[in-house]
């Protein structure tokens, strides 16, 4: 076990009675509880954490929190298992197994490595460029560039964990909280308004956390920190949220926040919550979202050790470690010299500090003079040296216009280097937000400007640097947001603060680089998608001058990090390139995920059982109880078929389809949609929705009724019966109940609001066992003693109401089989026990339950359609042969209009006919394509497709239906259905089989 | 996620709501003769608006009502809510109606887009 050779004696607030063992590639270390994965291996002197995306090149930590660009790992094992995941957010605990990605097949030896050698193969643009190459290269290419690509890995089974949503709503959403966003609360809170704080690191207090040159009210920073996080702890309105990362910002000030809950879920067997997605809604927002610091930009600035010199700080500071005993720091402003003033300060031997200005002066340079630090005015770093970590930089003196190198080369020996390129502020959220962006030169950055929504921006992401003046700000704005959002507002004192000045930032970019014969040397951008200095030139020379085709050609700011560190510094090398002010360059807009968001946390608790309401009918028990195959039609689940002990599904399904024709069938219908219509107008609005005639339907009676879009494609169909004047009750498919009910009351509100008709779905209301069979009659009529049931006193689509089974009930003479056929609707509450009574006096007739496959297959023998399947919203009733259900006198009913457009009168469009294989044992597989003439290989052309297709018992060889090409005009010819080892032959045919076909 | 006031049901979220496509767009008189053209047009032709937008809305999961909504579609900001037998009150919403290219002469080959602050 490696003894954290790096950890610091003084520095830091870590648990240090609480240390801690976890795994990394295999290796176990030490660390202590308040450490993350970063700074943990840190303490061990692990550097080497990865390898790049394009290149294979080693690399380092770069970053603290997002921030980080690198150091992408694997977390956990098994099913549990993350990829991707920054080493800098994952908080450790004993026992955790975390790994480097992207490499193999070891993170020191990497044969992919030899991409970086080849580096000139792989230039911007590379993988649109190997598309334009033969195609049949890219088939070799392809299994090396997936290969190569892939960053983590995705688990293979089930998620084991849990997620969470969680709805809220506030009048003041906090982002960040560092000095501002901490400042904010607390002057909102003061005024009763409902906040919401949000930070992504498991400590509140951001900068305040990394600096210790600070006072506020002459406390220490961290101290400040701790006494407001007490005090809005106590606040009963204040929800606090660390571990939580804003990650999408939408209309309406709705945003998302990823919570992550403890981290001992990895390793856990009890199922425990590992995110919890907010979704809150607010009155007003403060982003607080600070600054990012951003690399200099020079060759080889990519090696394990370099990294941002306020992250060192904050290792130092907040995690006890030193990245380097030796190390070097490389800046163009004032803000380095407290790296490595705090570097002197813990006995860390600062080897020199490189400062492309050439005058600084301010106190902070003099005090590293006065500690001795050697200075290096006027240098910059132009190369390192170094594999698995830094071992020396080279420096040189810049000129004055900072475009070459003079003078000697000095090599200076370090095993880190802390880099300091200037300040971005975290714009990413206000720039979701609608947010427009301008220059800001003494930054040479972008700042928000424009707020579309209710937002403040405040400190770091307004662009403020010092901390004074962001306190200030967080005060305010939180008075103001409190304010805007209707609460009573009294302005806190602002407090007096300590903190070193600062002075001008020196902007050279790109740091010269020395002309190598040998070896070309890289200076990356883009640290996570290895976009180079050379790449920005060439997509420039290729004339990709737009930042919006530049992004996308080199890729620079697609990775993870959406180019947290990498933008602002490709948007200046554009400018310079194009000669142009940055601002007309533009910035990019930033989307949601603020940072990569696992998708079990979109998903929450809407998995499994719980992804979609499931819906059964009153007799499910019966079929559960029956060994019923069940099938998922919409929401419902419905019996699909009963086999036996030992029976296939075929021979299910046929013994089922042959009882229905022979003895007597029962289906249980509940799921079909029914509506109950009523009102004094419930007869003309029929007389518009259908395309049939409904003014003159008697009391008593029912109709088949054909619904069409008003761009005359069939929507659905059913039966609607009149139970008296003024009241209906309609039939819907079983999938269509919710659309059609919608789709109705849209024409009686929008278009008929004079209409007095009332809809109420009463789909749930009624159970429905449907029976079905020449003996259907007898049985009933044991049963139901009050209605006539001869054919002459109850017709075909007739409607009756009575009493079965002693229950009351509605009974329809309608058939989906072409058989002799009772619909019986009972309450809900009595649908079981009329079933099971059903089934007990049919036991003479051989009653025999059937499920939905051999209803299927009972109405394919009648050719009746089933819409959704005969049907795909692009089929009329004309299509389908079913011209005798088109009303030719009444004025008007929705789509009448569009079944006489030219399109739709074509000769020459897809209808619906019968197929049968010329070879009797063929079934056609559904949805298989119709060709006239079969040729060696595709493209064939295509003339139609099957679009139902089963054996039919009652005809003694399969049946299909499909839609064809002026497929009515064919009968009796032969076509082909091309499958992908042979060829079916088929006759087309009239669809009513049973009465067409011989046995 | 979008904000919507359901004149009957107050704000809800918009997983509630379905939408309805463009408002306004009447429907021909079934007895008088319509070319296929004029047809087609009352059939396909919607404004694809960046802008603001004059648009029915259904509170599905609610109440099951129909309303009318003047939303901007760059923003998402919605500014009026009224009934669906209404024309809109606001000025802003006036306004929109009245630009509608079904208040003047058919679409162009390629609409002009009404770009609005
Ligand atoms: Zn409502």
Request: a positive charge.
């Amino acid at each position: 076990m490696s003894s954290q050779r790096f950890r610091l004696r003084e520095a830091g607030r870590l648990d240090r009675n609480a240390p801690l063992k976890f795994k990394f590639d295999g290796k176990i270390y030490e660390g202590f509880r308040g450490d993350t994965l970063a700074s943990a291996l840190l303490a061990n002197g692990v550097h080497l954490v990865g390898r790049s995306f394009k290149y294979h090149r080693p690399r380092g930590h770069l970053g603290v929190g997002a921030v980080e660009a690198n150091a992408l790992i694997q977390v956990g094992e098994g099913n549990s298992t993350e990829p991707n995941i920054r080493a800098s957010q994952v908080e450790i605990y004993d026992g955790l197994v975390a790994s480097s990605q992207n490499r193999w097949p070891s993170l020191l030896f990497d044969l992919g490595g030899v991409n970086d050698l080849l580096g000139g193969l792989i230039p911007a643009g590379f993988y649109y460029k190997t598309f334009m190459w033969p195609r049949k290269w890219w088939m070799k290419y392809e299994y090396f560039i997936r290969r190569a690509a892939g960053l983590g890995k995705a688990p293979t089974g089930r998620d084991p964990d849990r997620y969470e949503k969680m709805h809220a709503h506030c009048d003041v959403l906090i982002v960040g909280a560092g000095p501002a966003g901490l400042a904010a609360a607390l002057a909102a809170s003061k005024t009763g308004a409902r906040v919401i704080i949000a930070d992504d690191q498991q400590t509140f207090g951001g900068s305040l956390n990394r600096e210790t040159d600070c006072y506020i009210n002459d406390k220490t920073t961290v101290d400040w920190c701790k006494d407001v996080v007490a005090t809005l702890e106590g606040l009963p309105d204040v929800t606090m949220l660390p571990n939580t990362t804003v990650s999408g910002y939408y209309e309406q000030n709705y945003l998302t926040l990823l919570e992550t809950t403890k981290p001992h879920f990895f390793k856990s067997t009890i199922q425990q919550t590992r995110h919890r997605l907010w979704k809150v809604r607010v009155k007003q927002v403060i982003l607080a979202t600070g600054m990012i610091e951003r690399p200099l930009v020079f060759a080889n600035n990519d090696r394990p050790g370099i990294m941002l010199s306020s992250a060192i700080r904050e290792y130092i500071n907040k995690y006890g470690v030193t990245p380097g005993q030796n190390p070097l720091i490389f800046t163009n402003n004032d803000d380095a010299y407290r790296t490595a003033l705090t570097m002197r300060q813990n006995n860390i031997n600062v080897v020199a500090i490189v400062d492309v200005r050439e005058n600084p002066d301010s106190e902070l340079f003099r005090q590293a003079k006065e500690m001795q630090i050697p200075v290096h005015v006027g240098f910059a770093v132009v190369t390192t040296r170094g594999y698995s970590r830094i071992k020396s930089a080279t420096i040189m003196k810049l000129s004055s216009n900072g475009k070459t190198l003079t003078g000697e080369r000095k090599v200076l020996g370090c095993d880190c280097l802390a880099m300091s390129g200037g300040w971005n502020p975290a714009i990413h959220l206000f720039s979701q937000s609608g947010g427009k962006v301008k220059w800001n030169d003494e930054l040479a950055t972008f700042i928000p400007s424009e707020a579309t929504q209710n937002v403040l921006t405040i400190g770091g992401c307004n662009g403020t640097a010092d901390l004074a003046k962001s306190l200030k700000e967080g005060l305010q704005a939180g008075i103001s947001a409190a304010r805007l959002s209707g609460n009573k507002a009294h302005p806190p004192a602002t407090p007096s603060v300590q903190e070193p000045v600062q002075s001008e930032t020196r902007f050279v970019l790109p740091i010269p680089t020395q002309k190598n014969k040998f070896v070309s040397e890289k200076v990356f951008i883009d640290f996570q998608n290895d976009v180079t200095l050379s790449d920005i030139q060439l997509a420039s020379r290729e004339g990709y001058n737009s930042v919006e085709h530049l992004k996308r050609y080199t890729t620079v700011g697609m990775g993870t990090d959406q180019g947290k560190t990498s933008n602002v510094n490709a948007l200046m090398l554009l400018s310079q390139i194009l000669d142009c002010e940055p601002e007309q360059v533009g910035y990019t807009t930033f989307r949601p995920p603020y940072a990569p968001t696992t998708i079990g946390a979109y998903a929450g608790r809407n998995i499994g059982n719980l992804f979609s309401p499931v819906r059964t009918t009153a007799i499910n028990p019966w079929h559960e109880e029956a060994g019923a195959k069940f099938e998922h039609v919409g929401q419902w689940m419905r019996a699909w078929y009963y086999p036996k002990v030992n029976e296939t599904m075929r021979q299910a399904v046929d013994r089922e389809v042959t009882a229905a024709r022979t003895n007597i069938g029962i289906l249980d219908a509940s799921t079909l949609g029914k509506i109950d219509i009523q009102g004094p107008d419930a007869a003309e609005f029929l007389n518009r929705v259908y395309t049939n005639a409904w003014l003159k339907l008697p009391p008593g009676t029912s109709r088949y009724g054909l619904m069409l879009k008003e761009d005359g494609m069939v929507m659905d169909d059913g039966v609607t019966t009149c139970i008296k004047e003024n009241h209906y009750h309609m039939t819907t498919t079983t999938g269509g109940a919710a659309s059609v009910l919608e789709w109705l009351e849209e024409w009686l509100q929008t278009e008929w609001p004079n209409l007095k008709v009332y809809l109420t779905s009463v789909t749930e209301q009624w159970a429905v066992a449907a029976i079905c069979g020449p003996k259907s009659r007898e049985l009933l009529q044991e049963l139901c003693t009050d209605i006539d049931l001869s054919d002459k006193a109850f017709p075909f689509m007739g409607y009756r109401e009575g009493t079965v089974a002693g229950i009351k009930a509605r009974i329809f003479r309608i058939s989906f089989t072409g058989e002799l056929s009772f619909e019986i609707n009972v309450p809900r509450s009595y649908g079981l026990s009329l079933w099971e009574k059903l089934l007990d006096v049919g036991k003479k007739y051989e009653i025999c339950p059937y499920g939905t496959e051999a209803m299927h297959v009972l109405r394919a023998e009648k050719g009746f359609i089933i819409v959704g399947q005969e049907t795909d919203g692009t089929v009329t009733p004309v299509d389908l042969g079913m011209d005798w259900i088109i009303s030719k006198t009444k004025p008007d009913f929705i789509g009448k209009r569009a079944l006489s457009r030219r399109d739709i009168i074509k000769a020459d469009r897809k209808q619906l006919v019968g197929l049968l294989a010329d070879n009797a044992t063929d079934i056609l597989p559904e949805g298989s394509q119709i060709v006239e003439e079969v040729l060696p290989k595709p493209p064939m052309s295509m003339i139609g497709h099957v679009t139902s297709s089963y054996f039919s018992p009652n005809c003694g060889r399969p049946i299909a239906m499909a839609l064809i090409k002026s497929g009515r005009d064919r009968m009796g010819q032969t076509v082909y259905i091309p499958l992908k080892n042979k060829s079916i032959a088929a006759t087309i045919t009239n669809v009513n089989f049973l009465d067409n076909v011989s046995k | 996620m979008l904000h919507i006031e359901c004149p009957w049901c107050g704000f809800r979220d918009d997983a509630e709501f379905h939408y309805g496509g463009e408002a306004h767009i009447t429907r021909p008189d079934p007895s008088t003769t319509l070319t296929d053209e004029k047809f087609s047009e009352y059939l396909f032709s919607k404004t694809n608006t960046k802008g603001l937008l004059l648009e029915r809305w259904c509170h599905r999961s609610g109440c099951r009502r129909w309303f009318n909504v003047l939303r901007n579609t760059i923003t998402n900001e919605i500014l009026e809510v009224y009934p669906v037998t209404e024309k809109p009150s606001s000025k802003q919403g006036k306004e929109t109606y009245e630009r509608n290219w079904r208040r003047k002469s058919p679409p162009k080959k390629t609409p002009k887009t009404d770009e609005v602050k």
